[in-house]
């Protein structure tokens, strides 16, 4: 499997969408969601905060 059709499987099965938590360490998921948007799928990003630090990440949400 192809890591976009393993994004595309996880946002479709996902109820609360997905982060880059959910991947590997150095997944591009960003990248990833990128080329699904190109291919017309709409996804909307909520920036979340970190729960172990200070920082931000986002979770992508697939809009059926």
């Avoid at 969601?33 to 190109?38: G, S």
């Avoid at 709409?42 to 200070?54: C, G, L, R, Y």
């Amino acid at each position: 499997m192809t890591n976009l059709k393993r994004v595309k499987a996880k946002l479709k099965e996902s109820k609360n969408g997905i982060t880059v938590w959910d991947f590997p360490p150095g997944f591009a998921l960003a990248a990833r969601i990128k080329n699904l948007r190109d291919e017309g799928h709409k996804i909307i990003s909520e920036i979340e905060k970190n729960t172990n630090n200070n920082g931000n990440h986002a979770r992508y949400v697939l809009i059926k």
